[in-house]
Structures are given as structure tokens and as C-alpha cells.
């Protein structure tokens, strides 16, 4: 029993270091801009005129 | 649409086609600037700007070359350039004109244009974009010639260079509430059993293994997560004032401290579930109030608003030099549309320049050779040569900055309506722990240590701290929706205590643009209006130069009399003509009835009455509306830096009992407000631009109304978009409003304690009660706060989220 709460305890902890692994590289700085971004096409070249 | 042609509008800017139309490839274009900025897209295949909104870009009209020369000196480009190699370099640019998603577009991929960019990453929301680009086949002028190519010039001034970006401070915030959350969760979860009261029977080792690890958990969260209640608590203390943060602070220690005397002794499991989930909520509500808004700068001073050099010219030898470096004596070239960085002596050029930022005088002022110019006029008429007589901090205008008022760091939480009361909750708070404690002593001197850390525990004003924090940025943000952005969520307050308004003319409750103006009457010869334009170039009254301007003649002809008469008209016999310009008394001709916003003046020639001229004065929108309404409530001043030729006008659109100052200088401004304030008016102040800097700066609260919010504004506590100003009195209301929702979720949150209160006193509180009471507590409070002020807004037609 005490080997699965360390089992989710260890879960948990993992969690807790990949938010702040999340919020150093800096995703919660801008929550804007990704949002738009992710809209833009990669054009084909000379597909107009 | 009042012109009956069809308007065509540029497919780059937007704007309409004034001065002719260039068509290119179907599209059309107002200016060759345009119509290259969209040959170049379309050359290198980037038109999808142009799908993802309708004309994005910006006017091309008036971008000048040469400009950034200044950015060859190995001096600047170090204090711009954040990291370089002999390979490539970074930067950072805040560019004003990113205003939406083609921009982002456009921005992100310019590496197609140009072979030296890297890569160009944009943050929408501060309006920056972070360039990494090739030094051996770009330079730094090169690239920044080439945002200005197409539209996104970067904003550089002063203040950017020497200053680096730092990190974002708050990734602390997150990193505390990531912690007090997780934290929180696996408290809760390792409590269940205690909660349910489930029997874990012979196992008592699981029991105190539960109570060693919240204890462990519960460590982060007091001494990270919650540290900035402590220290908040110690800093209030140490200037003797009781802020919220005390018994925030005197609850967290307590519940500390007791949680580890009983896991430690095993007399029992502690408090951790409550001292975790209430640090959580704490921060959670820290959070909600502490956005801002990125793009805006609220802590701007004259340094961002002149340019970061200037070309000096040295024996006709022409060198740029940054501002901080210029000495008096030096000689220095300012072009068309410059910004004079430093009071200087005209020695060659026609200086006519605007100071209208500087002063709030609208019409530009011709300067001779031999006058001193003053720092923060723009030219507007060729290029000037200038000597420097006075360094840039030591200009007319910079001055201002030296005033104490700029030095005052003022405190954001004195005086606010959490900080008067939280300092007799405290006191309250500590009496009744006291007499609880001595009550026990007579009676049952086992509950004693019980009842009185109980007491502190149950009473730890969570709610109470959370119902202004939800209540003020929920307004804040609704604000904001309005285009009304305020500095902090403290403003909302500030703005429900104000009980004087003072306005600045120019530029605040007048419009930019100029006063439109149209001639009514018999068609006019052309010698007519040569007559009407010398007579009225004669004057230098503003209405005069408007309708000189208007009729723009440039011939000219003998003036043998001319007489003005002050407040009525101009008569004038030029070539054996006589001409008046005046008002119908003047003329002796009856009135004609028009709104009270604009002004006829009328015309005769040879005693015979032509006809007039309307000027309608460019006030803003439904401003006579806005005083009225403003005035039920409030004191109201004007202070002007102009003349006061349109007092007669101002007079009727404010109530009698206000102020009219005019002729004000910028240390007359300030002296006003300090005065008022020395005499207990909270005063509100509405400026635009630098001259009102220090009286925005001394009001109680500093609005400065602007154009275009991401342009400059001079530092404040609110800045606000000129085109909401018609909806001014709804946005006071507001504040008001949301402050009596503050009292209301303030005595929720008092109910929810007396409950708790009872419990404690009597010595019964035990974890699973504190537990349920402090979540439930604060989610009712949140709630109420929420949904309260989202109601208001709706009531009141502000937009909300």
C-alpha cells in the first residue's frame, strides 16, 4: 500500500516539475499570439499570377 | 458617406484615396508607399497578408529616409542588440503599429524578403517582436530600414536603449501557485480517509505516515508559496500599518506552528488541508488581480518620447550622436517632422514648429533666427539647423521631471478600503482570541491553547482578502473591454473616491484633427478670397488662421488699414477694398441660430455681406453631455495651455460654478492640482500630453486620454481611448458601483467568520469543520464577486467578458 502512494506520489511530483518546466521556457508569457499563429498557411510557391 | 462620388480605399492602408488613385494589378493604392509595400509582398509571395484581414497595413505617406543613420554608431547598436556573435544577433523591438493577425503574419515571415533575418517571433499582446538575424549580411539599420519599409517601424527612444528587458517577474506568481496547488491536491487526497472517518484501523503506522507527509507538503507552501504574506505582513508592520496581510500572516503562522506541534507530538493531524488550500486561494486571487496590460506602458516619462540621437554637424561633416551625449555648443540638423531634443538657438531654417504635445497650444509658432526653440517641439516645415543652449534634462519642459511629485513612490495600499478595515479586524480579531483564551483559563484550562490558535485560524480573513482582488479586477477588466485600462486594480477604488474633475483642452476634449470648417453664402471670385485671406493672415487670432488656411490663396496684395477688435472681428481696406471678418454684431447683421459648438464668422466686402464662414469646433463627441453628467457629482476645473479665445464657447458647455484657467504652464498645471489636493478634493486630472505629465502625476488619479493607446502617453494611472470619452460618467458609475460590491461580498465573507468564530470559541473546531468553511468561504465570495459585477456591467451597457 505504501509502494502506491509513493507510486502517485511520484505521479504527482512528476506533474509539478513539468508545469514549472512549463512556465521557465515561457509559454505562459505570451497566451495570445500561438493562437493565431497556428492559423497561418505555409503558402505553395507561385500558386497566384 | 456625405459626398456622393464613391470612395476608393487603399488595398494596403485602408485609408481613402484623397490625392488620386495608382492602380496596380487590379488593386488600388493612395500613395506610391503603399503600392511598393504590396509589389514587394507580392514579389516574394507573402500577399496571404492581405486574406487574413482586410487592409492591414499602414500609410505609407509620410516615411521619411535618412532616418536611421544614427543606428550605424557601434554605441547605439550595442545598447539595442541584446546578444551577438560574429554570426547573428538578437534584439528585441517594441513595434507600435502590430495591430492584428496579418501583422503577426507578415512579421513571422519576413525572412522571406530578406536572406539576413532569422526569424522574427511576435508577441501580439506587448506589441514586440524578438529578431534574430545574420550581422554578416544585414545590419542593424538595414533591418530596421526595412521594418520601416513596410510599415512596422520600431519604436526607439530613449528610455529603450540602456534599459534590457528582464525576465518576467511574474513566473514567480505561477511557480508559487503550481506549488501551492500541487501541494494542496495531495493534502486533500492523503486527508480523505480522515475526512470519510474511514477506519484504518490496526494500522496505525498509515495514520502517522498521512500526518508526516502533509506536514512535508505543508512546508513548500508556508515558507514559498506563502512568503510574500509574511514579508507583506513584516514590511506593513514595520511602517506601523495594519494591512490585510497581518492577520493573513498572524492565521498562516499560527496554523503552522500547530499543525506541527500536533503531528510532531501525535495529539493529532493538524490543519494542513486549510493552510494549503488557503495559501492556494490567496494566490489564486493575487493572480486575478494582477494582470496588466502589456502593450501599455503607464511609466513612461519624457525619455521615451524623444528620439534615442540626433545628427550633429561638425564642420559640415554630419555625424549622429545619442541625446544623452549632446553638449551645449554643439550644432544639430533637425528634419521635417523631428522632435527638437534640447532647448536650442535657431541658427538657419524656417522654424515653425508644433508644440502642441508640450504645451496645448494648437497652432504651430514661427521662430526667428537667434530664438531659443524649446525641447519637444517638432518641426513641421524643412530642415533646421540649431545650436544647443541647454542639455536635454535641463530643458523648459524636462524640468517638470525634477519635481518631487516624480521622486514620490506612493504606496498602493494606503488608504484603501481593505486597509481600513483589515486594521480593526485585526484588533478585533485579537480580543476576542484573548478572551476566549481567559474565559477557558476559569472554566476548562485544557482548551485553552485549543480555542485561541482556534480563533486565529478560522478567522484568517481568506475571504475577506479575496472579495476586493475579484471584485476590483473583474471591473478592471470589464474597464479594459471599454478601452478604458487602468494601471492597477487599486484604480477602480481611487476612481469611486474622486470628488473633482479637472480637465486639460487640447487634445483631451478637443479632437486632433482639425476644426472642420465650411463657407455658406454667395459664391466667392477669386479676388475675394485673396481679399478674405490677407485680411485674415493679417490676424493671429486661431479662427483667423483657420480661414486663412481654408482658402488657401497665396497671393497677396497691399494692406493700407487693418484694425481687430477683440473678441468681435477684423476690419481691414486692402486695394481699395474694405473687408470685415466678424461675428453677425459685429457686422450688424441678425444672428443665425447653430449649435453652440461651432462659430460663424462672417464676411463683407464693400459693405456687402457675402456670407460666413462655419467653424465647428472639434470637441469631442457628446462632450456636453459628459460634463453635465459629471457635474451632479463632482467639482469641475479646466486647465489650458491655450489661449483663451474659446473660453465664451467652454462657458457654455460647463456649469458656472467651474473653473476655467487659461494660458497654464506645465508647472502651473501641477501647482493647481496640488493645491486642490491640499485642500482634500480628490482630484482626477484627464491630460494627453507632456505638459500635463506632472499634473497627472500629483491628481489622486491620472488619466491620460489618447488617440491610439499604443502610441505615447504621459505617465498615469489610467489610460483611456479619446473615442470612449462620451461614455466617461458610465465608466465612474462603475467604480462606484463595484465598491459597494465590495461591501456587500466584504460583509458575506464576516457572516461565513462569525460562524467559524462560534465553533472556535467554544473550543469545537476541528479539521474537517475549518476545512469545509475556508474553501466554501472563499468560493462563495469569488462567486458573488463575479457574478455582481458581470451584472453591473450589463446593467450599466459596459461591455463585459
Redesign the interface.
Same mark, same amino acid.
Given at each position: 500500500?505504501?509502494v502506491l502512494?509513493g507510486c502517485?506520489?511520484v505521479l504527482?511530483?512528476g506533474?509539478?516539475i513539468a508545469?514549472?518546466w512549463m512556465?521557465?521556457s515561457?509559454q505562459?508569457?505570451?497566451?495570445?499570439?500561438p493562437s493565431?499563429?497556428i #492559423?497561418?498557411?505555409d503558402?505553395i510557391?507561385?500558386d497566384?499570377? | 458617406m456625405k459626398d456622393n462620388k464613391i470612395e476608393t480605399v487603399c488595398h494596403h492602408c485602408g485609408d481613402i484615396c484623397n490625392d488620386g488613385i495608382l492602380p496596380y494589378?487590379n488593386k488600388n493604392f493612395c500613395c506610391v508607399g503603399c503600392k511598393n509595400v504590396f509589389m514587394l509582398l #507580392?514579389e516574394n509571395?507573402l500577399?496571404?497578408y492581405y486574406n487574413?484581414e482586410a487592409a492591414p497595413g499602414k500609410s505609407m505617406k509620410n516615411v521619411q529616409k535618412e532616418k536611421f543613420a544614427y543606428l550605424d554608431d557601434t554605441v547605439v547598436q550595442s545598447k539595442i542588440i541584446q546578444y551577438s556573435d560574429d554570426k547573428i544577433a538578437r534584439l528585441q523591438f517594441t513595434i507600435p503599429s502590430i495591430h492584428c493577425?496579418s501583422c503577426?503574419?507578415l512579421l513571422?515571415?519576413i525572412y522571406k524578403i530578406a536572406e539576413g533575418i532569422v526569424s522574427v517571433r511576435?508577441?501580439? #499582446?506587448?506589441q514586440t517582436a524578438s529578431i534574430v538575424y545574420n550581422v554578416n549580411k544585414m545590419s542593424l539599420r538595414q533591418l530596421v530600414e526595412l521594418l520601416a519599409k513596410i510599415g512596422y517601424e520600431p519604436h526607439l527612444s530613449m528610455n529603450d536603449i540602456g534599459e534590457k528587458r528582464q525576465a518576467?517577474t511574474n513566473?514567480k506568481l505561477?511557480?508559487q501557485i503550481?506549488?501551492a496547488g500541487?501541494c494542496f491536491?495531495?493534502i486533500m487526497?492523503?486527508s480523505f480517509p480522515e475526512y470519510f472517518g474511514l477506519d484504518v484501523g490496526t494500522k496505525q503506522y498509515?495514520s502517522n505516515?498521512f500526518a508526516y507527509?502533509n506536514l512535508g507538503l505543508s512546508i513548500p507552501v508556508f515558507f514559498f508559496s506563502g512568503q510574500d504574506y509574511l514579508f507583506g505582513a513584516y514590511r506593513g508592520l514595520r511602517k506601523k500599518m495594519v494591512t490585510i496581510d497581518v492577520p493573513l500572516a498572524i492565521g498562516l503562522v499560527v496554523l503552522f506552528v500547530r499543525n506541527c506541534y500536533e503531528i510532531l507530538s501525535g495529539t493529532g493531524i493538524g490543519y494542513c488541508d486549510t493552510l494549503a488550500g488557503l495559501v492556494f486561494f490567496l494566490l489564486i486571487g493575487k493572480w486575478f488581480q494582477q494582470k496588466t496590460y502589456e502593450s501599455l506602458s503607464f511609466e513612461r516619462d519624457y525619455k521615451s518620447y524623444f528620439p534615442i540621437s540626433v545628427m550633429t554637424i561638425n564642420d559640415g561633416v554630419y555625424t549622429p550622436i545619442a541625446i544623452n551625449k549632446l553638449k551645449v555648443g554643439d550644432r544639430i540638423l533637425i528634419r521635417n517632422n523631428e522632435i527638437i531634443p534640447a532647448d536650442s538657438i535657431l541658427l538657419k531654417g524656417q522654424a515653425n514648429i508644433d508644440f502642441s504635445f508640450v504645451s496645448g497650444e494648437k497652432e504651430p509658432i514661427r521662430k526667428e533666427l537667434g530664438e531659443v526653440v524649446y525641447a519637444g517641439g517638432r518641426q513641421t516645415n524643412g530642415n533646421l539647423e540649431l545650436e544647443v543652449c541647454k542639455l536635454t534634462e535641463q530643458s523648459y519642459l524636462t524640468q517638470l521631471w525634477s519635481n518631487n511629485v516624480f521622486a514620490k513612490e506612493t504606496d498602493s495600499q494606503v488608504g484603501t478600503f481593505q486597509t481600513k478595515v483589515s486594521k480593526y479586524f485585526t484588533w478585533i480579531l485579537l480580543a476576542v482570541a484573548f478572551s476566549a483564551a481567559i474565559f477557558w483559563m476559569v472554566f476548562d484550562n485544557s482548551k485553552v491553547i485549543h480555542a485561541f490558535t482556534s480563533v486565529l485560524i478560522i478567522a484568517c480573513p481568506c475571504a475577506l482578502a479575496l472579495s476586493s482582488p475579484f471584485a476590483l479586477g473583474n471591473a478592471m477588466r470589464n474597464l479594459g473591454r471599454n478601452q478604458f485600462y487602468l494601471k492597477s486594480a487599486n484604480v477602480v477604488e481611487k476612481i469611486a473616491n474622486i470628488n473633482t474633475l479637472v480637465f486639460d483642452k487640447t487634445g483631451t476634449i478637443t479632437q486632433n484633427e482639425q476644426a472642420v470648417i465650411s463657407y455658406e453664402g454667395d459664391t466667392l471670385s477669386a479676388t475675394d478670397k485673396i481679399l478674405i485671406t490677407v485680411a485674415a493672415r493679417n490676424s493671429i487670432h486661431p479662427l483667423s488662421i483657420r480661414i486663412a488656411n481654408f482658402l488657401n490663396c497665396n497671393e497677396n496684395m497691399l494692406v493700407q488699414s487693418f484694425k481687430e477688435y477683440a473678441g468681435k472681428g477684423i476690419s481691414a481696406h486692402i486695394a481699395g477694398h474694405e473687408v470685415l471678418l466678424g461675428s453677425a454684431q459685429f457686422l450688424n447683421i441678425p444672428h443665425k441660430e447653430v449649435n453652440e459648438l461651432s462659430t460663424l464668422i462672417y464676411v463683407s466686402i464693400d459693405k456687402k455681406v457675402k456670407g460666413f464662414f462655419q467653424i465647428n469646433h472639434s470637441y469631442r463627441n457628446g462632450l456636453d453631455n459628459v460634463i453635465k453628467q459629471v457635474s451632479k457629482e463632482n467639482n469641475l476645473h479646466l486647465l489650458s495651455g491655450d489661449n483663451n479665445s474659446e473660453e465664451p464657447l467652454l462657458r457654455n458647455i460647463f456649469p458656472s460654478s467651474a473653473n476655467l484657467l487659461f494660458k497654464q504652464s506645465p508647472s502651473d498645471k501641477l501647482l493647481y492640482i496640488s493645491n486642490l489636493q491640499a485642500n482634500n478634493n480628490k482630484v482626477m486630472m484627464f491630460g494627453d500630453g507632456l505638459n500635463d505629465a506632472g499634473a497627472l502625476k500629483a491628481a489622486y488619479v491620472g488619466v491620460s486620454v489618447s488617440e491610439d493607446t499604443s502610441s505615447f502617453s504621459p505617465s498615469s494611472d489610467v489610460i483611456m481611448d479619446a473615442n470612449r470619452f462620451e461614455h466617461l460618467p458610465q465608466f465612474l458609475q462603475y467604480c462606484k458601483n463595484t465598491m459597494g460590491v465590495i461591501y456587500i461580498s466584504f460583509c458575506l465573507s464576516l457572516a461565513y467568520n462569525i460562524v467559524g468564530l462560534s465553533y472556535a470559541v467554544s473550543g469545537t473546531l476541528s479539521p474537517i469543520i475549518a476545512a469545509i468553511l475556508m474553501p466554501i468561504s472563499s468560493v462563495t465570495v469569488i462567486g458573488f464577486t463575479s457574478i455582481a459585477t458581470y451584472l453591473l456591467a450589463k446593467k450599466m451597457n459596459i461591455k463585459h467578458i
Open positions: 500500500m505504501l502512494i502517485s506520489f504527482a511530483v506533474f509539478l508545469f514549472i512556465v521557465k515561457g505562459i508569457d505570451d497566451d495570445y499570439t493565431v499563429r #492559423l497561418f498557411d503558402k510557391k507561385d497566384e499570377q | 494589378k #507580392l509571395n500577399t496571404d487574413i493577425s503577426i503574419y513571422e515571415n511576435v508577441n501580439f #499582446l506587448k518576467n513566473r505561477y511557480f503550481g506549488v500541487f491536491g495531495n487526497l492523503i498509515f505516515a507527509i
